[in-house]
Structures are given as C-alpha cells and as structure tokens.
T-cell receptor, first 114, second 118 residues
C-alpha cells in the first residue's frame, strides 16, 4: 500500500539547534516528493520538492531535504532553526509523472523555544 | 506564483442545512483539484479528486451524495456539504494543480474553510 511515515510526531528545539525530520515512504515506482509547512492558522506552503536529478534539494527559508532512494527516505533538515519555524510539517509523495493524489504523512509538530 | 483562493474561511451553519465552499485558482488553470479534510492535530485526508468537466472521484468511505463536488471550469471547484450534521464539522482544504504550473509549484493549497455545524 502507498503510504508516508513521519517518525517524529512532536519535536521541541531551542533556537539555533539543528533540525532533522524523518520521512519514509512506500510507493511502487518512481516518485515525486514534497515537504509542506503549515504555520498556525495558515494554509499549507511548499517548502521544497523533488522530481528528479540532484537528490539534495534546497528549499525556502534555509530548509533542505535529501532523497535517498535505497532507504525510501526524504528527510528534512535545517542547520539552525528559528522561533518562526514553529509549525506543522508534512511530507508527501505522489507517483513520478503523475499529477494524481498526494499521499501525506501524519505530520510533525515543531515547537521552537526562543 | 500559483495561488489558490478558498472561501469562506469559516462558516457556521445549522444542522440539516447545506454549505458551499469555493476553491479558485487565481493565476493558473487548474486541470485537477483535490478536496481534503483535516481533523485537529492530524494529517490531511483526501476526500475526492475532480477534473474539469468530469465527475469527481471519491475516496473510499466518502459519501458522494453528501459531499457534492463540481469542477465546472478550469479555475473553480466547489464542495457542497449537504444536510450538514455536527460530525461534519471540520477543516476543509482544497488543492489545485495545473499542467503549466506543476513543475514549478507542485500542488497549491487553499487557506482552508473551518466548518462548524450546530
């Protein structure tokens, strides 16, 4: 079955700490991968995406993610978090070349303490 | 960029009435739109997929007669919750993709509609 698993449900960090959020997927075939962020009271915004090419993807606000095909993973990283990064983070997958339904992970709540 | 506008942001309705939620793509043609439901502290659950000019495809367990979806144009999709009941109270989110915008923007999401049925 197609699925996305985010290992960390709730992460609490202090400002300037490094962040890594895990994401593993189960999907037959090649994939498109996404990380979205949902700030409190706001809509989902695209942080970054992977379609093909360089497996290390850089996104907005200093975030990056690495696609490791052999591990079916697409972990999100940021070297130094800020209080403003407090939000809900969602990993999602769809089939490569497929603009069909997006399968979401359960989300990770990140709380950054000032 | 690719912008999706969703209205209303919140709505309160009486049990038994119907509510319509609109989702518009403002600067691109949305070939496909998706409707999600999000429960507090949970992920997004896909309800249905709609392609312009054709009937929506509903996910298993979603009542198509209760959640009516219309995608009459390349910029507008509507979700109507018919005969709403308190258990329909939730956060509804639409998403859209366009052939021309997908490579740059992927799936674009609306700001969501908070529905409360009293």
């Amino acid at each position: 079955a197609q699925s996305v698993s985010q290992h960390n449900h709730h992460v609490i960090l202090s400002e300037a700490a490094s962040l890594e959020l895990g994401c593993n997927y189960s999907y037959g075939g090649t994939v498109n991968l996404f990380w979205y962020v949902q700030y409190p009271g706001q809509h989902l915004q695209l942080l970054l995406k992977y379609f093909s090419g360089d497996p290390l993807v850089k996104g907005i606000k200093g975030f990056e993610a690495e696609f490791i095909k052999s591990k079916f993973s697409f972990n999100l990283r940021k070297p130094s978090v800020q209080w403003s990064d407090t939000a809900e983070y969602f990993c999602a997958v769809t089939g490569s070349g497929n603009t069909g339904k997006l399968i979401f992970g359960q989300g990770t709540t990140l709380q950054v303490k000032p | 960029g690719a912008v999706v506008s969703q209205h209303p942001s919140w709505v309160i309705c009486k049990s038994g009435t119907s509510v319509k939620i609109e989702c518009r793509s403002l600067d691109f043609q949305a070939t496909t739109m998706f409707w999600y439901r999000q429960f507090p502290k949970q992920s997004l659950m896909l309800m249905a997929t709609s392609n312009e000019g054709s009937k929506a495809t509903y996910e298993q367990g979603v009542e198509k007669d209760k959640f009516l979806i219309n995608h009459a144009s390349l910029t507008l999709s509507t979700l109507t919750v018919t005969s709403a009941h308190p258990e329909d109270s939730s956060f509804y989110i639409c998403s859209a993709i366009g052939t021309a915008s997908f490579v740059d923007y992927g799936y674009t999401f609306g700001s969501g509609t908070r529905l409360t049925v009293v």
